[in-house]
């Protein structure tokens, strides 16, 4: 498979837009450019891939809303900015999602919310929940209760983190440029177009070192390369291009050599399992039957709660766990879906009682497979 059609082939995508290019530098949603990305990533999805949009501009539609011709200093009125602009923002990507009968989701997250277990699960599960449905999700940061994040103007963090998140083949992240250039394209009118590189070449720090901020404050290329190392680490590939270019999202999608593609180093599922094993503690034990054993050790299946027999320690919903059999040997790893207490609640029980016991379903496995690694 050439690395264009890793992009053709994708299943699913998460396509970032920034301030830059979403507001006309400032001057207001660029409404025709919506409508334009909205047929093409309507392509897309008709053709069976899956996508998350992350859309910045609320700053700026809040702005241009509140007449207000600088950018504040205060943190607190740039989220005020946010807070009205938002409501602009995905009014303006609904109305166009609706234009071909598909529904919208809003969810506003921050970075502490992919950091935290149990709500990183829960955004998690809430994006599944969403997808299959053939609903497309509009991410923002949440900006009313974050600073950092909209000081920096950086949504390239967010659209990588949801990548992780969701396990996506691809982040594209449209920006105003037509891709990585080796340097400042603004500053250097001789600067080329980078057209492939790995993610983590370090060469690329040197291309991007001058931040080269625009206008709006935003992060400049060096947070898209951070991104794209990011996005790596669950084996996502980036491509940053340029959405200026009228069917630059149809281009990618038929393969065809636009923007810069970053490349991870490792496939997507065997750097999500890495990334799982390395970095977290375990906080609880899972004592297994010999039936769950055995198909625990045959691969590739969850870890349903009939197949275990007791819970040691005190865990939380998106803490790791480590499953032994009996006589107390570890079989695996992973993030578990329930609290101790619920978890113990529902050990030996079919998955379809789950609701019976608890209330409520969180997840018909205790551990998903895609969440657990074989030790
Ligand atoms: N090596 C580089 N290649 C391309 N653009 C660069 C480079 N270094 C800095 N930039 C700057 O990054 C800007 C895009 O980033 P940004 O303004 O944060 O956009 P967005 O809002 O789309 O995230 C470009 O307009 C450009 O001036
Ligand atoms: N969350 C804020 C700021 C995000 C932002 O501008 O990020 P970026 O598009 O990466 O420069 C907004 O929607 O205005």
Redesign the pocket.
């Known amino acids: 498979m050439s690395e264009r059609q890793r992009i053709s082939g994708a299943r699913r995508l998460v396509v970032k837009i ?3 290019l979403l507001t006309n530098d400032g001057r207001g949603l660029a409404s025709a450019e919506l409508t334009h990305w909205v047929d093409q990533i309507m392509a897309w999805h008709r053709a069976g891939t899956e996508i998350v949009l992350v859309s ?5 539609e809040g702005m241009s809303r509140l007449g207000w011709k600088q950018r504040p200093e205060h943190v607190h009125e740039l989220q005020a900015a ?1 807070a009205v ?1 938002q409501m602009g923002l995905i009014q303006a990507w609904e109305v166009q999602f609706q234009r071909h009968g598909t529904h919208t989701a809003q969810v506003l997250l921050t970075h502490d919310d992919l950091s935290d277990r149990k709500r990183y699960l829960n955004a998690r599960s809430t994006l599944r929940t969403l997808l299959p449905l053939g609903v497309i999700p509009i991410v ?2 949440n ?1 009313t209760v974050v600073t950092d994040e ?1 000081r920096f ?4 963090t967010l659209g990588a983190l949801v990548a992780n998140l969701v396990e996506a083949d691809g982040l594209i992240l449209l920006t105003d440029q037509e891709g990585l250039y080796d340097s400042d394209p603004r500053h250097n009118p001789n600067a080329q177009l980078i057209r492939e590189a790995r993610a983590n070449d370090e060469r690329l720090d040197a291309m991007v070192s001058d931040g080269g901020r ?1 206008a ?1 404050g ?2 400049g290329m060096q ?1 898209k390369v951070r991104a794209a190392r990011l996005a790596a680490r669950s084996g996502a590939f980036t491509l940053i291009a340029g959405g200026k270019v009228g069917n630059v999202l149809e281009l990618a999608r038929q393969g065809t050599e636009v923007g810069s593609l970053l490349l991870p180093d490792q496939e997507r599922l065997d750097a999500r399992k890495q990334w799982l094993a390395g970095h977290l503690r375990t906080r609880g034990r899972l004592v297994l039957d010999s039936g769950a054993v055995r198909v625990l050790r045959e691969g590739g299946r969850s870890l349903l709660p009939v197949g275990v027999k007791r819970v040691e320690g005190d865990f939380r919903r998106g803490e790791m766990v480590s499953c032994v059999d009996e006589q107390g040997l570890e079989i695996a790893r992973g993030l578990v879906s329930y609290d101790s207490t619920e978890a113990a609640r529902i050990t030996g029980c079919a998955s379809e009682k789950i609701a019976e016991r608890l209330g409520y379903v969180s997840e018909e496995e205790l551990i998903h497979r895609d969440n657990m690694v074989l030790v």
């Open positions: 920034g301030s830059a910045s501009g609320a700053v700026a946010a602009g923002n940061e900006d909209i103007g950086d949504n390239d625009g709006l935003s992060g947070t």
